[in-house]
């Protein structure tokens, strides 16, 4: 099966950079997913890591490290509408299995 | 509309009471999935599906049946609704496996409150 951690929460101030770790357990690894969930609202991808490294799209970028079972999620330049869940996601065949979610409140 | 779309929105039901949540998408997708999300829990997968006439169980399927008898839609029922399954239902699907990188679209979810 698959453990997944990441932090509750998180509070950043609007400009600033704030990343996102998760860490995961794994029988059997094929990439990491990230979804970005706004209150009241369904999940959205954001990235999917399958290599090691870094993507960056934009203002947000995800890194892999598969041999520490570890990525985290990078939010450059915060914006008030940044304020969300942001779940990491690790799949096992066709299915997903989430962390609990790291809330991140952005502050003016 | 196009996309994946979820029926009620909003559920008020009583204990003991079966209660049907509807999920329909249009891109005929294969694969369909239900989650519950609660806080401190995340999402939690209840059932899946994999085609037509094809479900198997999630981590948490107790007290929940589905059926697939079209691509395009995958009904959740509670059979006889309890306190415990008061959360919010989100529903999914998806064109492959997400072992092949492929993600999972999500309906907007259904605020369900048992009393």
């Known amino acids: 099966g698959q453990n997944i951690d990441q932090p509750t929460e998180m509070t950043a101030t609007e400009g600033a950079i704030v990343q996102i770790n998760c860490t995961y357990q794994t029988s059997g690894f094929n990439g990491l997913f990230w979804y970005q969930q706004h209150a009241g609202e369904a999940p959205t991808f954001l990235s999917y890591n399958v290599l090691d490294g870094l993507e960056e799209k934009g203002r947000f970028s995800s890194f892999l490290s598969r041999s520490k079972g570890y990525s985290y999620l990078l939010l450059k330049e915060l914006q008030m509408k940044d304020s969300a869940s942001y779940l990491c996601?690790?799949?096992?065949?066709?299915?997903?299995?989430f962390g609990a979610g790291t809330t991140v409140t952005v502050r003016a | 509309d196009a996309g994946i779309t979820q029926s009620p929105r909003y559920k008020i039901t009583e204990t003991g009471r079966q209660v049907t949540l509807m999920c329909h998408q249009t891109?005929?997708?294969?694969?369909m999935f239900w989650y519950r999300q609660d806080l401190g829990h995340g999402l939690r997968l209840i059932y899946y599906?994999?085609?037509?006439?094809?479900?198997d169980k999630g981590e948490v399927p107790d007290g929940y049946v589905v059926s697939r008898s079209k691509t395009e839609n995958f009904p959740l029922t509670l059979e006889s609704a309890t306190r415990s399954q008061t959360s919010v239902y989100f529903c999914?699907?998806?064109?492959?496996?997400?072992?092949?990188?492929?993600?999972?679209?999500f309906g907007p979810g259904t605020r369900l409150t048992v009393l």
């Open positions: 891109w005929s997708h294969s694969y």
């Open positions: 599906s994999a085609a037509a006439d094809i479900t």
């Open positions: 999914a699907s998806s064109e492959s496996l997400a072992g092949v990188g492929d993600t999972q679209y």
């Open positions: 996601a690790v799949p096992n065949d066709y299915k997903l299995s």
